[in-house]
């Protein structure tokens, strides 16, 4: 594609799509009992005298295990997946028992099961049969799989990377390796690039600025998580050059100090910005900004000049044109899932769900490129019967 033209780079689109898992969906419940099904056949391979000596029995596992609500039956499973936790940890001590990957392998699970079995956890396993799978959610959506992540030329719809990831992965974090991995194998670093709001995380913003890429990419919209009527940062002005911050009432911040995160936003780099009391309290936008009698506190990421830029370039014409030429990748995706085989996966497991992406977006390249190259033969013109 590249030797005929048909992959230049001058823009390309980056997107990800859902990918459904070869497993089956399980309630929390029926989630631990599989687990410890799994567990109790492994004991049973080794020593199946230890299972009647310890009184374990493979849970047998009908449809309502695997559908019902979890509150049904939950807190007993658990129990039980307790029990057998201590009693196969005591077996391993005593040498009753002999460490083997599979036994390894399922007891990691049953925990992880068990110690994950809040609805809330964010990377909870979802199935033993594929134990890399994860539940993805996007706006009313859910599913149980991974994702497919591809950039696409604009023009001609060909496919120059792939990646796959869990489901619960968050799109933006792909944007790096890809552009990487297709610099590494093609040399190929394209002059614009965009992408909806998921990708507009500073880093990446940062990542386009260094490889000077042009990038239309969507921003998300600012809220105030103490009330959403509240001022956002958007509303205040913030000057890069002299490193200034105006409130919408046309106040100066007079204190800065560096902002410090912890936990697995400790990366974050950037300045708070803090009013005096008696500007905000004598404010009579004090109402639409904060409740404390503290003056208040803003926040300017380090990447704040970046997004400024791009919300300025996405006004432009230029890049309202380039963002709305954006939806081609619809179309390849629409490909990729409706005749390529794509929405659901295949294989098991992360490496081989990269393998079925990877096989889905050659054929869909194979396609396009024939279909953009191909020209009909040339058929001589029929000769006259009397000629003959």
Known sequence: CIEKGLVTGQRQIVDATHIEADVARNSLSGLVR???????????????????????????????????????????????????????????????????PDLVKDLELLEKAVIDRDEGSKDRLVSPVDPDARMGRKESKSWT?????????????????????PANHNDGTQLKPLLKQQEKAHDLVPGELSADKAYDAGANLEHLESKHITGYIALSHKTNHVDTSFFTVDDFSYDPETGSLTCPAG?????TRR????????????????FRPEQCNACHFKHKCHKTSRGRSVYISYHQPL???????????????????????????????????????????????????LLATTVSNIKR?????WEPPAIPPPVPVAAR
Not at 315 to 344: F, P, V, W
Request: hydrophobic share 35%.
């Open 369 to 373: 490129m024939a279909k953009l190259l």
């Open 251 to 255: 106040c100066m911040a007079p204190l």
């Open 145 to 165: 799989g991974y994702k497919g992540h591809l950039v696409v030329e604009e023009d001609t719809e060909i496919i120059t990377a792939v990646s796959a990831t």
């Open 307 to 357: 997004y400024h830029q791009m919300k300025e370039r996405l006004q432009t014409e230029e890049g309202k044109a380039a963002y709305a030429n954006r939806s081609r990748i619809e179309h390849k995706i629409g490909d990729l899932t409706r005749y390529c085989g794509m929405r659901r996966c295949r294989y098991r497991g992360l490496e081989r769900a990269g393998i079925h992406v």
């Open 259 to 274: 902002a410090v995160f912890h936990g697995r936003m400790s990366d974050k780099k950037g300045t708070v910005y803090q």
């Open 34 to 100: 599989l687990c410890r099904q799994n567990v109790v056949r492994d004991i049973e391979k080794q020593n199946p005298e230890l299972v009647s000596k310890l009184g374990l029995e493979a849970p047998e596992i009908v449809k309502q295990d695997r559908f019902g609500r979890k509150e049904e039956c939950l807190e007993d499973e658990v129990e039980e997946a307790t029990k057998l936790l201590d009693a196969v940890t005591a077996e391993l001590d005593s040498g009753g028992l002999k460490v083997t």
